[in-house]
């Protein structure tokens, strides 16, 4: 059978239950239980599970075929998923034939980026005559205030580079980073769970949300951030691997063939270049160069991934892991991600940089030479960067006071439920035009919503408080690198509830919540060692949940792709008021 979400237990080595301290056998009452001695290797890094040669048997394969099979889907799994979400993001990719919702910003932007270095101001028919002219209009000149860093929009422009400035061309980045974020996720669900069912399982539920699906076919910001940050998440976790295996090849080996603790090395050993932990600086920096809530995630990633280094070393035997911690890996871990990251920051504004101060440049770029020349720090710092920091600190102003009311704005409470979804676009189409079938009665209903898959939210709230019980009470680092994933996502906006915010914000933390839901469906299939009876029954019930995640999501398909429906089936889709 595959391995589920509980048959990997990385839980750190406890004393004997009668010498447990007291809050150890509080604990016991809700589900904590004492993991046994055993190779420390193994627990420092735990094998992938194979299947059993009894499922080879019982399907009729032969076990050298078994094997292959089983070598290949590390890989095969994952790309047969990916190859799923990838048709269903690029299947009419430019329909619908306009500019929808927050694209008329960004799409434009992009080309005004990749053009001439910085944003500009736009007519305000410049929508139309884009799509009219597909995409043959002049750049203007004047430059914009905006309020986001240019990353995004650079891997916006990026489309629209190769494939025209039609909706086609700016929504090609975002479907691809898309897609790919499913790979990814896929593969990171594996390494964590040991178990490619179930990282395919995560990455199949986030193929098949709704959110994610509609943010991957809108040239917006958020589905571009939340890749960026889906990517630092792997890399963090195979730099935790990288890192553990090299503590166990330094640990001593017994005489039965088993590798044996060692305070000493484990409170000494210097782990060297960390590649993947610079990787994860850089793909941190582009996501913070992208939104700036993407500094909220880094700052927690970070703090994540020093509390990985002290499990590690405390699992190979040191008695004070906290202490070598920060003798042996606090210093390159800051300096592997923090400076990393503001540099990357840095370059992605070199367009603005490059441009000129005479006027002609990027907004504000001539700040330091007009209104600020008689600032008091003009003696030390260069023109340009007194202009960028006072631009910086007009879009900071800007972020903390926007409270402009919107149709669609939500309060954080209210999206762990997909209590208030974002209409992107909504056409009421006549009878015989736009789809609407000709001997309908009505108007037709034409939308694209940005509304995850509801069963997969719901079943989310669940499987939330599953990583939480399983984090506080089971000392599972899996679950509590679920949960940082999520609360770095998503806690940060209670901090601004009076502002202007909205639903597909979320988008970002979705993959963590898929991967929750992945972890909750693995402990309903249950154990390796559980009976054939508990096991039939669970991936029974895991998956019928599965499949009804799946036909919620066929179910919405019209209003995730903006389809000419009936009126009354429009209405059937909306399930809540607020919906509406």
């Known amino acids: 059978m595959t391995s589920t979400a509980s048959s990997t237990d990385t839980r750190q080595e406890q004393p004997p239950q009668d010498q447990q301290p007291s809050w150890q056998q509080r604990l016991r009452r809700f589900g904590y239980t004492a993991r046994p001695g055993g190779d420390v290797r193994d627990r420092l ?70 053009q001439r270095g910085f944003e500009v101001n736009w007519d305000k028919a410049a929508d139309q005559q884009i799509l009219s ?70 990455g199949a539920l986030m193929a098949v949300d709704g959110l994610h699906f509609v943010m991957s076919r809108t040239a917006l910001l958020d589905g571009v951030l939340m890749f960026f940050v889906v990517a630092a998440f792997g890399c963090l976790v195979v730099d935790r691997d990288r890192a553990r295996e090299k503590l166990a090849a330094a640990l001593p080996v017994g005489a039965d063939g088993r590798t044996l603790p060692d305070a000493h090395i484990a409170e000494t050993a210097r782990l060297g270049l960390r590649p993947w932990r610079l990787t994860a600086g850089l793909m941190l920096g582009l996501a913070f160069a992208t939104k700036w809530n993407g500094l909220y995630i880094m700052a927690a990633f970070c703090v994540m991934a020093v509390l990985w280094d002290v499990g590690s070393r405390r699992t190979a035997g040191a008695h004070s892991p906290v202490r070598a911690v920060v003798k042996r890996d606090l210093g390159w871990a800051f300096l592997s991600t923090v400076p990393v990251a503001l540099a990357t920051y840095l370059a992605s504004w070199t367009g603005w940089f ?33 202009s960028f920091w006072h631009y910086e600190n007009q879009v900071y102003e800007f972020h903390v006071g926007l409270s402009s009311p919107h149709t669609y704005e939500s ?19 006549a009878p015989g035009t736009g789809g609407c079938p000709a001997d309908a009665a009505e108007k037709c209903a ?55 915010i909205f639903y597909f914000y979320s988008v970002v933390f979705l993959p963590f919540l898929c991967l929750a839901v992945a972890m909750l469906l693995g402990a309903l299939v249950g154990p390796p060692r559980a009976g054939d009876t508990r096991r039939v029954a669970g991936a029974t019930a895991a998956g019928v949940l599965t499949l009804l995640i799946a036909w919620n999501f066929i179910y919405f398909w019209p209003i995730y792709t903006g389809q000419a429906i009936p009126i009354d089936d429009w209405r059937a889709r909306m399930w809540l008021d607020t919906w509406v």
Not at 469 to 497: M, N, S, T
Request: net charge positive; proline share 7%.
């Open 45 to 114: 890094v735990p094998p992938y599970t194979k299947p059993a040669g009894r499922l080879w048997t019982a399907l009729g394969v032969p076990p050298t075929l078994g094997e292959r099979i089983t070598r290949w889907s590390g890989w095969g799994g994952p790309l047969l998923v990916t190859l799923l979400a990838g048709v269903l993001r690029f299947w009419n990719l430019g329909s619908p034939h306009k500019v929808i919702f927050d694209e008329t910003y960004y799409a434009k932007d992009a080309w005004a980026l990749v």
């Open 133 to 202: 002219s597909g995409g043959d209009v002049s750049v203007p000149i004047e430059a914009a205030y905006v309020v986001h860093p240019p990353v995004g929009k650079y891997v916006i422009g990026l489309g629209e580079l190769m494939f025209g400035f039609d909706p086609f061309g700016w929504r090609f980045m975002t479907a691809l980073l898309g897609t790919l974020s499913v790979l990814m996720l896929c593969r990171i669900g594996r390494r964590l769970f040991r178990s490619t069912f179930l990282g395919c399982l995560a």
């Open 354 to 386: 490059l441009s000129p101060d005479d006027g002609s440049g990027g907004y504000y770029r001539d700040w330091a030479v007009t209104d600020g020349k008689d600032s008091s720090w003009s003696w030390l710092f260069p023109d340009w960067w007194r």
């Open 411 to 429: 309060n954080p409470w209210s999206w762990i439920v997909a209590g208030r979804p974002v209409s992107f676009d909504y056409d009421s189409p």
């Open 446 to 500: 034409r939308e694209v919503l940005a509304l995850g898959t509801p069963l997969l939210w719901w079943v989310g709230c669940f499987a939330l408080l599953y990583v939480l019980w399983r984090w506080f009470f089971r000392r599972d680092w899996r679950a509590g690198a679920i949960a940082c994933g999520i609360a770095a996502g998503y806690l940060p906006w209670f901090f601004y509830q009076e502002r202007t």
